[in-house]
């Protein structure tokens, strides 16, 4: 198989599935991993999928990796990420949580904490929290997404309005590298999202290095709305002056 038959048909197996490894892609092509990395380098460069460590998922601005595929992706940075953001969160706060599988992880690492109040539409979340005797987790009413424990629509945004409480800590799908907005693939997530950002006094953001740059259809708001991203390398430069001129504090989890 000549090397432009094999990108077509890279192209077409990672749409199919959504991600697809190295070594899944070397083993149905018959070549080496080496080959199969150069071939995602070119087709990324060209964006038309988009690379990881380890693999290759599909980049489209309506749909969103599957949830299996995305807790795997990016694990270690968003362990990372987790365990700084839970240094941040004093023992007795309250705080929302939002969907995402960066927030699943922050939820995990905030398990030493005592006595937390939290406030979540994510159902993973609260099975993770509530192992906790001295934790109170309050579930948002609304609709369950069945691909992701996700709970949304206009009855969890009035939920999420009748609080006010420390910290919010949200999770986004992708960030613009030209003008730091937030985006996401469902409006209706969205909503909840923004609701968050609204009640919380100070508003953490989880993203991940390879937020930045990727496409989503659907506009949450403005880096420049949070107080402080955790992220597990540094922004591009772009991102950089914004959080520097609306005093955005970055804080880097290696």
């Known amino acids: 198989m000549g090397q432009m038959t094999r990108q077509d048909q890279i192209i077409k197996v990672v749409r199919e599935k959504g991600y697809v490894s190295i070594e899944e892609l070397a083993a149905q092509f018959n070549v080496t991993p080496q080959t199969i990395?150069?071939?995602i380098n070119t087709l990324a460069d060209q964006n038309i999928i988009r690379r990881h460590h380890g693999g290759a998922s599909c980049e489209s601005s309506t749909t969103n990796v599957d949830y299996?595929?995305?807790q795997a992706l990016q694990l270690d940075a968003k362990k990372q990420i987790a365990k700084h953001i839970a240094k941040e969160i004093p023992n007795g706060a309250s705080l929302?949580?939002?969907i995402g599988t960066t927030t699943e992880?922050?939820?995990r690492a905030l398990l030493q904490h005592h006595n937390l109040k939290i406030i979540t539409n994510n159902i993973n979340v609260?099975?993770?929290l509530r192992t906790k005797e001295d934790f109170n987790v309050i579930v948002a009413g609304g609709t369950v997404r069945s691909r992701d424990g996700g709970i949304i629509g206009e009855a969890t945004v009035d939920f999420i309005n009748q609080f006010r409480v420390d910290y919010g800590i949200i999770g986004i799908s992708a960030i613009d590298q030209e003008d730091?907005?937030?985006?996401?693939?469902d409006y209706q997530e969205v909503r909840v999202a923004q609701s968050i950002i609204s009640n919380s006094r100070e508003v953490?953001?989880?993203a991940d290095h390879a937020k930045f740059g990727r496409s989503a259809m659907v506009r949450l708001g403005n880096i420049t709305q949070v107080?402080?991203?955790f992220s597990d390398a540094e922004p591009p430069k772009s991102i950089k002056a914004l959080l520097k001129e609306h005093s955005v504090k970055f804080e880097l989890c290696e």
């Open 96 to 98: 929302f949580i939002n």
């Open 204 to 206: 953490f953001l989880a």
């Open 180 to 185: 730091g907005s937030l985006l996401d693939y």
């Open 105 to 107: 992880e922050v939820a």
């Open 37 to 39: 990395r150069r071939d």
């Open 126 to 128: 609260a099975s993770i």
């Open 68 to 70: 299996n595929t995305r």
């Open 227 to 229: 107080d402080r991203l």
